[in-house]
C-alpha cells in the first residue's frame, strides 16, 4: 500500500503560480497529477517515471504545468503557471507500480485525497 498526501494548494489569483507537492510513502514507478472542477470528469495533467525522469503531458497542459520528482524526498511536484480561473479544480497525485506513462486513470494503483486550487479572476 503506497500513501500519497497532496499540499500547496490554496488561493491564487489569475496569472499567478502555484506549486502543488506530493509525499508518498515509498517509491513506486511512476507518477501522475490530475484535477477535477465540480462537475467535470477527472482530468489528466503529466505523468513521470520515477526511476529516469521522463515525462508526459496531454496537449492542454503542455507548457503551463510541469511535473518533477525528488527521488531521495519520494516527493513529486506540480509546478503550475500562469493561472486561470478555469484551472479552479482539486488536485489529485496518483501512483502507479506500472513503468509506462499514461493518462489512463484505471492505470494508477494510488490516489491522494487532494489539495483545492482556487484561482480568482
Known amino acids: 500500500q503506497v500513501h500519497l498526501v497532496e499540499s500547496g494548494g490554496g488561493l491564487v489569483e489569475a496569472g499567478g503560480s502555484l506549486r502543488l507537492t506530493c509525499s508518498a510513502s515509498?517509491?513506486?514507478?511512476?507518477m501522475g497529477w490530475f484535477r477535477q472542477a465540480p462537475g467535470k470528469e477527472r482530468e489528466f495533467l503529466a505523468a513521470i517515471r520515477i526511476r529516469d525522469g521522463t515525462t508526459e503531458y496531454p496537449d492542454s497542459a503542455k507548457g503551463r504545468f510541469a511535473i518533477s520528482r525528488d527521488l531521495y524526498k519520494r516527493t513529486l511536484y506540480l509546478q503550475m503557471n500562469t493561472l486561470k480561473p478555469e484551472d479552479t479544480a482539486v488536485y489529485y497525485c496518483?501512483?502507479?507500480?506500472?513503468?509506462?506513462?499514461?493518462?489512463?486513470?484505471?492505470?494508477?494503483?494510488?490516489w491522494g485525497q487532494g489539495t483545492q486550487v482556487t484561482v480568482s479572476s
Open positions: 496518483a501512483a502507479s507500480e506500472s513503468l509506462i506513462l499514461t493518462g489512463t486513470i484505471s492505470q494508477y494503483d494510488y
Open positions: 515509498t517509491r513506486t514507478g511512476s
